[in-house]
């Protein structure tokens, strides 16, 4: 793959602790919205706030029109729940903010908060997931749990989305063609780059041109050149060194520059090209950047002209650097007809490798980085073309097609007893009570539906009956029968301990290819997928039911006066 | 507006100190691709390094369809300039990943690298700007103002799309009508959110919800409630305390609960509705609000059913406080059709004010928030409503319409020679040289074209007839006459030290007004904007058309072979 990294071998990821002090530095407990803390002071007042409550984290929609989502972002929950606690400037900001009614003894409170009291159930990280399933539970004292809601999912829903994101673009170019992140400049705030970096690896890009991601999350990260590397020499005087030593010759420094002009007049003669064309700034570029890195030569060729002068250039130097006994790496096309000018720049290299007997240029790689999308990912399936690796900025970090997943936090249980917000847009209704929540796999392995059962309900068994109610509105039981039944959720954090294994992105990576693999094409489809089902067992319609109709002593109305 | 502020009144920002601690470790100096280290490198190998070089900062596009945008992310800029620096660890890293080629002095250059050799000539932030107008411009060591590329786009591109799709809001919505931002938990990643709280507020919105920004920014933060609140609650046994001492009588504490049940039966005794259909959770939640809060009350009212439930427990609980001297604030709808519920709340609250003698139920305010766009906040000119604010979070934060603006980072001249790249695409070839820009201003005092000259012109003179090239690909040479002739960039930084002072969230904001005041009405329109016009001097014209030609001795094609 492109120089400097040769392979998508993740690095070994920072340490935990610089891990997490990342997340307190990007994800202070501040950075949330002030209600949580008017709302935790009228908890306080009213002596409600030890009151074991629950919230469930989830989204309405499957993003991008599509048919599963990723579920992404609990490695930094965890570590945000861990690290939670205000400092004592956080808390004399609040107390200058907060309306001069507050009771000084409030602050107190906050500044001896963490979350030991918080055990968060969540799906694994990596997990393909479908709208309306609770991902996350959060249960623990009333106030902390809403004061945790606006991070929490500030964390998991741009995670999600762009893991998603890059999982469509990953189906989009099929399993071969390498995929380079390079969407930094181009995100939406610094962070949004370097979540974008790892959120869109775990998706399923190989490199990313991020660093600062190379450095924290251990992803291989690649890159080689700019146009205005290309466009800052304008001479062959500016080469220096003009000289390189081969692999393992001898010793003595060869002139590549006499060397490489020899080499363009043999490709210029081959291809029938005029010399006169040929940008001399460009072919300095080359040289310098060959003398630097002779391993690692790969280089845009299109800051003038690819036929006229970038593709010579390259052919010359890298002839040059083989004939040294190096192994060019390939060029990068960055406007234009990505599509045409590769297969023009292929036809070159087999001829070069062929009429120079030069093997070393049938390995020569091509990437493609001009504006890509879905769409033009998927068309590289259809269209002729001789891209090798492709890389995407905008389209991705920043999620044109639809930058928000829109994840919520609901309230579904205070002291043990279910609540509901009963919307007058349905849509904004939510399901009540603590839950438990099963994927139904069938016969063939596939998962085909997704269960939301009351917590204290015995689980579904494989190979039995049952009767539920698809979360589609109005919608009439339906009897099932899995071949197999998973439990979708696992605590990872309680008594203010992470208790399963943080997973590196790697390890978050190889997840999301294997749950993927799992689900049926059909639900996988870009255009058009099959809906997954979701469904509520007949216990949990039975409670909305009546939640809804205030029957429920939980769901009083103010009958007394 | 919205407790607890009661106004907009921007709040001290954080100590220069803390911000600049904020954006190093937002903005790390690894946070950027990884080619630009391989350029530097290759630069440092060849001994150019130090060479004089002037980069530019441009969109090619104006954002959303607009006619203009406006420039942000200035400040983040020079901050982040004054603190770049790598880390002893920062370079052990490099080390790492860096082809092992490298020489290792490379790294000591690194480690002493900084910005003092650096210059940034910019435009004011908050001003108005139009696509193709290089608005900063970078000059200083090859290698160095090379190294900076990915750090400035990111720091510029998302402030500077967000501050204008804040901006278009603000024009949808009228100058008077509040606006709150509430985006942070949609936003792409954490500092997704900070950003956008910071540059929304300097496009025109009002309020944020966002605390952290409150601290950073002193930008006043709003909020109340969240409908978990609300269902938090199942019965007035919850409320405690029970009293409440009035705002300027005695000291004895009322019964609040009893007087609560008594103003709800007046309450819907006047409107003809049925007590059996309110909640009694909802009541118990504002209750618990109001007591905690008695000067902040303002409450979600949509819960359950507005007209049913919402809006009588509110107009009995805000009537309690009200008898006791208190000045309750207003009600947030979150659902459902905004305009038409806005009318049905006015015409109650005012039906109270006039029944009970209630003059404080006439300055009530009613805020909207669900899923607000650019598009739904222009319907709220030719809709009927009483909406006095409004929250917009996902659309405006995460810029739906347009998520990225594709800002770039060209390379101009260097040993003071102009570079260009020629593309293929013309769209992607630059203009080279380095530049003044001037604004030119009509006799109404509108600004009607940007120039950009080289900078070794003489500028243009107010009153005196000149000849221009539109960059609209092929135009043919214009002329114009000036009534009047701004500079439009100024040195804001040098020799490593911010040279002008540096502006506050609040300082910017009023110059977003002022700049776009002067803007001709014809460019702000949202919708089919008049194109405003961009021009090349005639020399930069001719410099343009040599280069092209490869007739200028700094764009050499390879005669000599």
């Not at 469930?56 to 609990?74: C, I, K, Q, V, Y």
């Not at 700019?226 to 062959?236: D, E, R």
């Not at 005087?237 to 081969?246: G, N, S």
């Not at 309230?411 to 509901?420: H, S």
């Amino acid at each position: 793959m492109a120089a400097p990294s040769t392979d998508n071998t993740c690095r070994e990821e920072a340490d935990t602790t610089t891990m997490e002090r990342s997340i307190r530095e990007r994800v202070p407990p501040l950075l949330t919205d002030l209600y949580q803390f008017t709302m935790a002071y009228s908890y306080w007042r009213a002596g409600r706030h030890q009151e074991p409550a629950v919230f469930e984290l989830f989204f309405r929609d499957n993003p991008f029109g599509g048919g599963f989502s990723l579920f992404a972002g609990l490695h930094d929950c965890q570590l945000f729940l861990r690290s939670f606690r205000f400092t004592h400037e956080d808390v004399e900001f609040l107390r200058s903010v907060l309306p001069p009614a507050t009771d000084p003894a409030f602050f107190e409170f906050l500044r001896g908060l963490d979350c030991s009291g918080v055990t968060l159930r969540s799906v694994p990280e990596g997990t393909v997931v479908f709208a309306r399933v609770p991902l996350m539970e959060v249960a623990g004292p009333l106030a902390v749990v809403q004061l945790l809601e606006t991070s929490l999912l500030c964390l998991v829903n741009y995670a999600s989305l762009v893991c998603s994101n890059a999982a469509r673009f990953r189906l989009a170019a099929g399993p071969r063609r390498k995929l380079l992140e390079l969407g930094l400049r181009r995100a939406q705030g610094p962070d949004g780059g370097l979540t974008a970096s790892r959120y869109t690896h775990i998706g399923g890009f190989d490199l990313t041109s991020n660093v600062q991601a190379g450095f924290l999350f251990g992803i291989p990260a690649t890159g080689t050149m700019a146009h205005s590397f290309v466009t800052s020499f304008t001479s062959l005087e500016e080469v220096w060194p003009r000289t390189l030593v081969a692999v393992d010759g001898d010793a003595d420094p060869v002139d590549v520059i006499s060397l490489t002009k020899g080499w363009l007049s043999r490709v210029c003669e081959l291809l029938g090209a005029t010399p006169g064309k040929i940008r001399e700034g460009e072919l300095a570029a080359f040289l310098s950047y060959a003398i630097a890195y002779p391993h690692n030569f790969l280089t845009v060729i299109d800051s003038y002209n690819v036929g006229c002068s970038g593709l010579l250039n390259f052919c010359a130097v890298a002839l040059t650097l083989c004939e040294l006994g190096y192994k060019p790496v390939g060029v990068r096309l960055d406007s234009g007809d990505l599509c045409a000018l590769s297969v023009d720049v292929r036809r070159v290299f087999r001829l070069c490798s062929e009429h120079f007997s030069i093997p070393a240029f049938n390995a020569l790689i091509i990437i493609g980085s001009n504006n890509i999308s879905e769409e033009s990912m998927a068309e590289l399936n259809s269209k002729e073309n001789e891209i090798d690796a492709v890389g995407v900025g905008t389209h991705l970090v920043t999620c044109t097609k639809q930058p928000s997943l829109g994840c919520v936090y609901k309230l579904v249980e205070v002291q043990g007893r279910p609540r509901m917000k009963i919307s007058e847009d349905p849509e904004k209704s939510t399901v009540p009570g603590r839950k438990a929540v099963y994927r139904l796999i069938d016969a063939d392995g596939h998962p085909f539906l997704d269960l939301l059962c009351l917590a204290v309900e015995s689980p579904p068994e494989a190979g039995v009956a049952l009767s539920c109610y698809p979360v589609v509105h109005n919608s009439d039981a339906v009897s099932i029968t899995p071949a197999q039944v998973v439990c979708l959720r696992q605590e990872v954090f309680a008594t203010g301990e992470v208790t399963q294994p943080l997973c590196s992105a790697a390890e978050t990576r190889a997840k999301v290819q294997s749950s993927l693999q799992t689900l049926h094409p059909r639900h996988k489809r870009l255009q058009e997928p099959d809906t997954y089902s979701v469904a509520v067992s007949e216990k949990l319609h039975n409670l909305v039911t009546e939640l809804c109709k205030g029957s429920s002593s939980d769901s009083n109305f103010l009958l007394a006066n």
